[in-house]
């Protein structure tokens, strides 16, 4: 699908498309297109400009059919941002399964050589972490590197991670000896580290099972199990120095600016679909 690409330069409407890109103009129109095309269009804007992009789509549906038509025409995996649900009524227990979907989307959108992410408007609108405060609540284990394993378990603590006897479910971690099991966030099996000092001298999945988010030796990347865990330090720390913390309504209703001002950025380029 790739060699489809690049046939898009001799169309005269993408070079059109391709430089008002250029020229900065900040809204252009394109009409009468279906949406394999709009993928199409999409992947090789991205090819030409280089530049981050963010697909908008009404619903997630179509966000992640069009993140796979992209992915299939260039060869760069889109990251899908889903809605998450609200609840609004006490239960005992609530899956975080959407919640870690987005801060790993989010998280791949900062670091991927090519970020590219697809998001319906619904996605976008919800309130999340600030790209400054989810980069320090993540962290990457890595073969040896070192980490001081007091230091690793009150960052895993922050990041609304919990000590456990036996890692189960994601979210856990424990600690016997120089042996770390830990269960990150959207991961499907738990990973091990062991530690020889502070250097982390084997990283392997904790199980018999190999899949590609942490093969045998490869880093592997945890980000905060919840949109919340950093700001409850925030407000502990807003207590101590200014009395009275903000409402957490009020402090979260600054969050996604943060991403407002990256997307809009004219190093990044967004489509509505």
Same mark, same amino acid.
């Given at each position: 699908?790739?060699?489809?690409? =690049?046939?898009?330069?001799?169309?005269?409407?993408?070079?059109?498309?391709?430089?008002?890109?250029?020229?900065?103009?900040?809204?252009?129109?394109?009409?009468?297109?279906? =949406?394999?095309?709009?993928?199409?269009?999409?992947?090789?804007?991205?090819?030409?400009?280089?530049?981050?992009?963010?697909?908008?789509?009404?619903?997630? *549906?179509?966000?992640?059919?069009?993140?796979?038509?992209?992915?299939?025409?260039?060869?760069? @995996?889109?990251?899908?941002?889903?809605?998450?649900?609200?609840?609004?009524?006490?239960?005992?227990?609530?899956?975080?399964?959407?919640?870690?979907?987005?801060?790993?989307?989010?998280?791949?959108?900062?670091?991927? @050589?090519?970020?590219?992410?697809?998001?319906?408007?619904?996605?976008?609108?919800?309130?999340?972490?600030?790209?400054?405060?989810?980069?320090?609540?993540?962290?990457?284990?890595?073969?040896?590197?070192?980490? =001081?394993?007091?230091?690793?378990?009150?960052?895993?603590?922050?990041?609304?991670?919990?000590?456990?006897?036996?890692?189960?479910?994601?979210?856990?971690?424990?600690?016997?000896?120089?042996?770390?099991?830990?269960? #990150?966030?959207?991961?499907?099996?738990?990973?091990?580290?062991?530690?020889?000092?502070?250097?982390?001298?084997?990283?392997?999945?904790?199980?018999?099972?190999?899949?590609?988010?942490?093969?045998?030796?490869? #880093?592997?990347?945890?980000? =905060?199990?919840?949109?919340?865990?950093?700001?409850?330090?925030?407000?502990?720390?807003?207590?101590? @120095?200014?009395?009275?913390?903000?409402?957490? *309504?009020?402090?979260?209703?600054?969050?996604?600016?943060?991403? @407002?001002?990256?997307?809009?950025?004219?190093?990044?380029? *967004?489509?509505?679909?």
């Amino acid at each position: 699908m790739k060699e489809l690409v =690049p046939q898009l330069n001799e169309l005269p409407e993408f070079r059109s498309l391709l430089e008002a890109v250029q020229a900065g103009k900040q809204v252009v129109s394109v009409y009468g297109m279906s =949406p394999v095309h709009k993928a199409h269009f999409a992947a090789a804007l991205q090819a030409q400009t280089g530049r981050p992009l963010l697909l908008v789509t009404r619903d997630e *549906g179509q966000a992640r059919r069009l993140a796979a038509d992209f992915t299939h025409f260039s060869g760069v @995996k889109a990251s899908l941002l889903p809605a998450r649900e609200y609840v609004f009524h006490n239960i005992d227990n609530a899956s975080r399964e959407f919640e870690h979907q987005r801060l790993g989307a989010l998280d791949e959108f900062v670091h991927a @050589k090519q970020p590219v992410l697809a998001a319906p408007c619904e996605a976008l609108l919800m309130r999340t972490l600030p790209p400054e405060a989810l980069e320090k609540a993540s962290f990457t284990l890595a073969l040896d590197e070192d980490y =001081p394993l007091d230091a690793l378990e009150n960052a895993l603590m922050d990041a609304g991670y919990t000590r456990a006897l036996s890692v189960e479910g994601s979210g856990q971690f424990s600690v016997r000896g120089g042996i770390l099991d830990l269960f #990150p966030a959207g991961a499907q099996v738990p990973v091990r580290a062991e530690f020889f000092g502070d250097t982390v001298d084997s990283l392997a999945p904790a199980t018999s099972s190999r899949c590609a988010f942490c093969l045998p030796g490869r #880093p592997c990347r945890a980000w =905060p199990t919840a949109a919340a865990p950093a700001w409850r330090t925030r407000c502990k720390s807003w207590r101590a @120095k200014r009395g009275p913390p903000l409402p957490c *309504g009020k402090t979260w209703s600054r969050m996604p600016s943060a991403w @407002k001002r990256r997307a809009s950025s004219p190093a990044v380029t *967004g489509i509505c679909l």
